[in-house]
């Protein structure tokens, strides 16, 4: 089973998750710094101050890379090294970092995708609102105008925003992430907010145009096919409305330039939209070069008035876990055939740019064998069963042009701390030491043949 020759074959990490050097060379604080410091927030009270100390041991995972044959590494920049106030002044050895970073996977042949926003908010923006306040969504262009400035003539993919729904829903809706409100009003101006920022930074970037490297700009965001658990009307409804909540709530204004009603009319007792001003879906729905997907779960739903305690209460649901499902770490059911069905969709109702999936993978209980291997066959059969998945949709038509493999390493996995090991190569906290699980050594092999074995 080939790839189309030029597949991007690439993994991802982001900023917090393995950076650490928290307070290193000028960097300032972002809200998962408070928010992993304030007791009970993250499992066992885990940080990343120190997380995979990517940041000190930049050469060694760079050549881990090479050595797999990896064609391109997805990481994000985290603003409060390149603008420790969220706004004003530029930390110059912020940018280095990432020149360096960038350098380092050019001399290596890998193709570097820059994120520009992966959830670390700097923090003195938080104090003014964080993502709820119009603000954050001007700073956050202005933020993009430095990096892109700094970085455009070596990064060729660019993607403004990771999984904005789950910076508003889990951040402000819900409060399992940075910065943990409880809050639907929130979370709807968050959503708004956050989308206006990835249209003003697209603007942004366009008005510098493009550098010579033929930039590629986009977003990336976190969809899931979501299906009624019984085949009835009740259930059908709440399908669709956790559909319009946590795929056509950013689809749609990012490709058709609205918000869908049945949402805004869902949410209208908890938010009026009054921060939605003339222009500003103009601004959100300009045109991007690709969209990166993050594929993780389909989602089961059935109508549950009370709304229970999941992050879809405020759609009055309940997720159910299909019978006989098998799990992830994370409780999350293991549906490759919903990776198929969402790009089919997004080709057939969305738009016909290139996609690349930016992030997928799963959590296991690794661990190190007495003779120190990590043999992690279920992550080989969760990896290549998507993989299966993302070629019988291009077989359907979609333009995908790459794929991530979530992640590079363990690292801080957000409100689990580092309970939850999503990594191709293993990490030894203590020591650092990096072990490459047998997944990373059969990744190596599918990269070489370009395809799956038969
Ligand atoms: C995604 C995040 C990523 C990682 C994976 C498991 O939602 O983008 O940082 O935590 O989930």
């Known amino acids: 089973m080939n790839f189309p020759e030029g597949f991007l ?4 990490t982001a900023s917090y998750q393995v950076e650490g050097a928290v307070n290193e060379d000028g960097r300032g604080p972002s809200i998962w710094d408070t928010f992993s410091h304030a007791p009970g927030r993250v499992y066992r009270g885990d940080t990343g101050d120190i997380a995979c100390d990517q940041y000190h041991r930049l050469k060694g995972d760079l050549d881990l890379m090479a050595e797999f044959g990896i064609k391109a590494y997805r990481f994000s920049v985290a603003w409060p090294r390149i603008q420790p106030e969220g706004s004003g002044p530029v930390n110059q050895k912020g940018l280095d970092y990432y020149r360096r970073l960038v350098e380092g996977l050019h001399e290596r042949g890998i193709e570097p ?10 923090q003195p923006l938080e104090d003014r609102g964080g993502w709820t306040s119009r603000e954050t969504s001007e700073r956050f262009a202005e933020y993009t105008g430095i990096v892109y400035g700094s970085l455009a003539d070596s990064v060729r993919f660019w993607v403004t925003l990771n999984e904005p729904w789950v910076s508003s829903w889990l951040g402000y809706g819900v409060g399992v992430h940075a910065p ?11 959503t708004h907010h956050l989308l206006l920022g990835h249209g003003l930074a697209m603007q942004e970037m366009r008005s510098r145009g493009n550098s010579g490297v033929h930039n590629q700009l986009g977003i990336t965001l976190n969809l899931s096919p979501v299906r009624p658990s019984r085949d009835r009307e009740p259930d059908r409804e709440a399908a669709r409305r956790v559909d319009g909540q946590a795929n056509r709530l950013y689809l749609d204004p990012i ?32 045109p991007i070069d690709f969209l990166g997907v993050n594929y993780y779960m389909r989602h089961m739903v059935r109508e549950d008035a009370a709304g229970t305690d999941d992050v879809f209460s405020s759609a009055r649901v309940r997720v159910v876990i299909p019978h006989g499902a098998e799990k992830t770490a994370m409780g999350w059911p293991i549906e490759p055939e919903g ?15 290139p996609i690349y999936i930016t ?8 661990y190190v064998d007495p003779e120190g291997c990590v043999n992690d066959e279920e992550r080989i059969a969760y990896l290549e069963a998507h993989l299966r998945a993302a070629h019988e949709a291009m077989a359907g038509g979609v333009d995908l042009r790459g794929y991530f493999a ?25 020591t650092q030491r990096r072990i490459p699980k047998t997944s990373a050594r059969w990744y190596a092999g599918v990269i070489g043949r370009n395809g799956l074995e038969d």
């Open 339 to 353: 990776l198929t069905e969402l790009l089919l969709r997004l080709d057939r109702e969305y738009m016909k740019l």
């Open 359 to 366: 992030e997928n993978g799963c959590a296991l209980n690794d």
């Open 113 to 122: 995708m820059l994120t520009l926003y992966h959830w670390d908010l700097p």
């Open 9 to 12: 074959w690439g993994t991802a």
């Open 406 to 430: 979530w992640s590079l390493l363990d690292n801080f996995e957000w409100a689990e701390g580092y309970s939850k090991r999503f990594g191709i190569v293993y990490v030894d906290y203590p």
């Open 255 to 286: 490709f058709r330039g609205s918000y869908p009603e049945d949402i805004l009319d869902h949410y209208s007792s908890e938010n009026d939209f009054s921060f939605v001003r003339d222009g500003d879906l103009k601004t959100i729905s300009s």
């Open 180 to 190: 943990g409100y409880r809050s639907i009003s929130k979370a709807l101006a968050a």
